[in-house]
Structure formats: structure tokens, C-alpha cells
């Protein structure tokens, strides 16, 4: 894989939000706003490139038996030093963001990203991928907030686009966000052709009789 597949997959293809469908409390909780989708993004986009380059570096000395409660502790260090930098310098977004900040640490996205990439391949990759996820996932939270802040709050990063009587506020709540998230799904299999969403090996395949077994005993 060449580095600027690894960068733009992200994108559309392997779209953590619209593809993937990772992701989608914080996606729907933030897009209300562009400002609040921003900030998530970038946010996000900072704690996959570090955490994947910093697992990807320490791939080969975490024991395989507790890799996921390491990987958690390495993503909560960068979302700490995230959220901390946040309150100091923006803290009407940290406002804004609230619990959905600190809670970038259990994150399906970053999560599966440091299993599925970060874990089996380079550091320098693994932080492109970073890149490329957070990258895509702060384009569709951006898509989302378009669709709905404009129609709902008549207004795109602070600037008033439609007057208040004509404002749909359905579209900044919870039923506003499926409906655009699942126009935006659709859009993606539109364009892609329904090459995009397609059934993805996440790694976990049929158990055999003698894993099934194991399993059963460990219960």
C-alpha cells in the first residue's frame, strides 16, 4: 500500500463514519454545530496519529493478552494532554464538546484503528493512517454539521444564513442526525457505487471446535 492510499482511504473507501460506521455518538452529538465538528475532528485527528505511531513503536513489546488495556492507557495519555490544552486555550469549545471530549479515549475509531493498523504495521505508516482516519472523520463531521446547522440553527460557523421563522429545529436534535446520517450513508454508496460499504474483516473469524471449547471453558 503506497503512502497516499494509506493517507486518502480514510476518506471515502474506509470513511470511519460513513463506511466504517464508527464512531457514531460523538458524530451525532457534535455535528450540530461546524465549530463543535472542527474541534472534535481535530481533536481526534491528534490522538489517532500519536497513539497509532506510539503503538505501532511498541507493537512488538506489549504482550498480546493485555494489548487492549495498553492501548487504552497510551490513547488516554494524548486525550488528557488534548483535553487539557482545550480548556486552557479554547474553553468555549470544551464547553461546548463536553463529556464527548474526555470520552475520545473509548472511541470505536481510535480503538480499532491501533488493532487493525497500528498494531501490525510501521510507525511511519501508522501515523499516516492516523492522518488520513481523523482527516475523514473531521470531513464528515463537517458534512453532517452543513445539513444540519444551516437548516436548523440557520447559521454556519457563526454566521446567520437564515432568518429564525424559517428555521427547521428538528435538525440540531437526535432525530435530525439519524435522518442525515443515513442520507450521508446512502450519498457514500451512491457516488462509490456500492464499492465503498462493503463487509470488512475486522480480524475476528469463526471460532473452530477446539477455540470453541476454549471458549466455553472460559466462561
Known amino acids: 500500500m503506497s503512502k497516499l492510499s494509506t493517507i486518502t482511504n480514510g476518506f471515502i473507501k474506509e470513511n470511519p463514519v460513513f463506511v466504517l460506521v464508527l464512531g457514531t455518538c460523538p458524530t451525532l452529538a457534535t455535528s450540530t454545530s461546524a465549530v463543535n465538528s472542527v474541534g472534535m475532528g481535530l481533536a481526534a485527528t491528534f490522538v489517532l ?7 505501532s513503536c511498541l507493537r512488538k513489546s506489549i504482550p498480546d493478552k493485555v494489548r487492549i488495556p495498553c492501548y487504552i492507557v497510551v ?6 494532554v488534548v483535553q487539557l490544552v482545550v480548556k486552557a486555550y479554547a474553553p468555549d469549545l470544551d464547553k461546548a464538546l463536553g463529556i464527548y471530549l474526555p470520552l475520545i479515549v473509548v472511541n470505536c475509531i481510535i480503538l480499532g484503528r491501533a488493532e487493525m493498523f497500528a498494531a501490525k504495521n510501521g510507525p511511519l505508516d501508522s501515523a499516516l493512517d492516523g492522518l488520513g482516519m481523523g482527516v475523514g472523520f473531521t470531513i464528515a463531521l463537517l458534512m453532517m454539521s452543513f445539513f444540519r446547522e444551516i437548516p436548523g440553527a440557520g447559521s454556519f460557523f457563526g454566521f446567520e444564513l ?16 439519524f435522518f442525515v446520517f443515513g442520507c450521508m450513508i446512502a450519498l457514500v454508496n451512491k457516488i462509490t457505487k456500492g464499492k465503498a460499504i462493503k463487509k470488512k474483516e475486522f480480524g475476528c473469524k469463526p471460532l473452530g471446535e477446539e477455540d470453541a471449547e476454549a471458549a466455553k471453558g472460559g466462561c
Open 49 to 55: 496519529i500519536c497513539s497509532n505511531f506510539v503503538i
Open 162 to 177: 437564515i432568518p429564525e421563522d424559517f428555521r427547521i429545529s428538528i435538525m440540531t436534535m437526535a432525530p435530525g442526525g
Open 75 to 80: 490513547i488516554a495519555g494524548f486525550v488528557s
